[in-house]
């Protein structure tokens, strides 16, 4: 079982905690601040657990030839990818406010340092933990800096292999013992052919002293409670107010009545999940009561008589007698009064009879 850590305040991860659900916002409020306070209360009201968003200092994420290429996309905020990106950008103070407001309405918030500038600003905002983005998976050097910080890691692996994910558990766990990796697809939306929801056990298997989790970006809600059931202790989905908005992560995202049902959903998942140990329930008492079924005479069965297989059969009977389980050993025991044809064999009917105990 992965061990576990806090990974907010009062709020740990791993082991027999509850799944942490993660609204990532992303940049899907428009670069609007209205819009982002109304989706950290939407993420609050629906269940989630944290509120995220994606902070980047441009020119310290994108070279300038990439700021300068035309973009011509029906999803573009400008006529350039910087422009679109400045667009969708908040400031720190914007930042600041963001945070001061989730605090205010009773919902954790971070944000993924897109590159190790923004992972400075976001310890000095001093939020809970980092959020490393699938695309920063294998910058080593980012990671190790993002490490000594001291502050818990959520590392997605989209777009990663196995070694590299063993790589990057070589780097951090020496650092920082308090992270976690979330199984993840980088496309949007996601195909579920392309989901993989088998690398959740891979990866408890490969790294069994950390927690695991699920970055979804597919449609729908079924995906991410079956990673649940798959035991991720983590779940990730992007949010928005309406997939028709424009910008590329809307469709792979879920609305509030969505967000709501999957925190709903999950919730039932881990109670569900219950205890390993199988055994008769109270709540099923019931039903064994109506609907059990005892041990039968076949026949007409004399006083004397040796019991045979063939002299027994199983029903529902009144009164309660043996349990089906124990007919193999009631052959050969003798019985101390008349049975009728059809009657239930007791207790009484038997003589000096135990029922045999399997260990």
Request: net charge negative; glycine share 6%; with cysteine.
């Amino acid at each position: 079982m992965s061990r576990e850590f806090e990974l907010c305040p009062g709020r740990r991860v791993g082991g027999e905690q509850p799944c942490f659900i993660i609204a990532e916002i992303g940049q899907n409020h428009q670069g609007d601040l209205d819009i982002a306070k109304r989706m950290i209360r939407m993420a609050k009201d629906c269940g989630a657990d944290c509120a995220k968003f994606q902070k980047s200092e441009l020119e310290y994420k994108f070279n300038k030839k990439a700021l300068e290429r035309p973009y011509t996309s029906k999803h573009s905020w400008g006529k350039t990818y910087g422009e679109h990106k400045h667009h969708l950008e908040f400031s720190h103070d914007q930042y600041r406010e963001l945070k001061k407001y989730a605090e205010e309405i009773g919902i954790f918030f971070t944000a993924s340092g897109m590159d190790e500038m923004a992972v400075e600003f976001l310890h000095e905002l001093d939020v809970p933990f980092f959020k490393v983005g699938s695309g920063d998976t294998n910058n080593f050097p980012y990671l190790e800096k993002t490490a000594k910080k001291g502050r818990p890691m959520v590392i997605s692996s989209g777009m990663q292999s196995m070694n590299t994910m063993h790589q990057v558990y070589q780097i951090v766990k020496p650092i920082n013992p308090n992270f976690c990796f979330l199984q993840c697809t980088s496309a949007y939306p996601l195909q579920p052919e392309d989901v993989n929801l088998r690398v959740i056990s891979a990866y408890q298997s490969a790294f069994p002293d950390i927690p695991i989790g699920y970055s979804g970006h597919e449609t729908g809600i079924a995906i991410s409670v079956a990673a649940v059931a798959l035991g991720a202790k983590i779940v990730e989905r992007h949010v928005t107010l309406d997939k028709t908005w424009k910008g590329s992560d809307h469709q792979a995202s879920l609305e509030p009545n969505e967000l709501a049902e999957l925190v709903k959903a999950i919730r039932t998942v881990e109670e569900a999940m219950g205890s390993p140990v199988k055994q008769l329930l109270p709540c099923e008492m019931a039903c064994k009561d109506k609907l059990g079924k005892s041990v039968v005479a076949k026949v007409a069965i004399p006083e004397g008589t040796i019991l045979t297989l063939d002299m027994l059969t199983v029903k529902v009977g009144e009164p309660k007698g043996y349990p089906p389980e124990a007919i193999f050993d009631l052959v050969g025991q003798k019985v101390k009064m008349n049975i009728e044809e059809d009657e239930t064999i007791t207790e009484q009917a038997v003589e000096n009879h135990v029922k045999k105990v399997k260990c």
